[in-house]
């Protein structure tokens, strides 16, 4: 009777313990918005949102992104995804590239991916984003 407390105690143990890792590989928006913010970068809630493309039914929260004092109109925007988990942001990013392959979009997206988070950054240059460091930088730290 003893070893079956015991083995239920050890299993009851295993469950928690793997419950408490999975939420350590997730990220909120909350995390995500306040890093990037940390960097200096402004975001703002748009009045419309231009990139509203589903993805494993998740649609993205939209920002627009710039710095307040600099940028005045012109101001890029962010597309952020909050997954169940890394493997769903996995398989979103994917579908996401080959839906883009399909569209012609006036703007450039640059992907960053960390965990169950996919950020499109809107970019109006492909080759010199300008936050480009700014996001990267922030999900290094997450």
């Known amino acids: 009777m003893l070893k079956?407390?015991?083995g239920s105690l050890f299993l009851l143990c295993?469950?928690?313990?793997?419950?408490?890792m999975n939420?350590?590989?997730t990220l909120s928006l909350k995390e995500v918005v306040d890093q990037i913010e940390v960097t200096g970068v402004d975001l703002k809630t748009?009045?419309?949102?231009?990139?509203?493309?589903?993805l494993k039914g998740v649609?993205?929260?939209?920002?627009?992104?710039?710095?307040n004092e600099e940028d005045g109109n012109d101001w890029e925007s962010v597309s952020i995804y909050i997954f169940h988990?890394?493997?769903?942001?996995?398989?979103?990013t994917k579908i996401f590239k080959e839906q883009l392959k399909t569209e012609h979009a006036t703007?450039?997206?640059?992907n960053y991916e960390q965990k169950n988070v996919l950020i499109v950054y809107w970019s109006h240059s492909k080759e010199n984003?300008?936050?480009?460091?700014?996001?990267?930088?922030?999900?290094?730290?997450l």
């Open 85 to 92: 988990s890394a493997k769903d942001q996995q398989q979103g």
């Open 23 to 25: 939420q350590q590989d």
């Open 129 to 141: 984003p300008r936050f480009d460091t700014k996001i990267t930088s922030a999900l290094d730290k």
């Open 4 to 6: 079956l407390k015991l």
């Open 46 to 54: 748009p009045s419309n949102n231009q990139h509203q493309i589903e």
């Open 107 to 110: 703007e450039l997206p640059v």
């Open 59 to 67: 649609l993205p929260h939209e920002y627009l992104i710039g710095i």
């Open 14 to 20: 295993i469950v928690v313990l793997s419950s408490c």
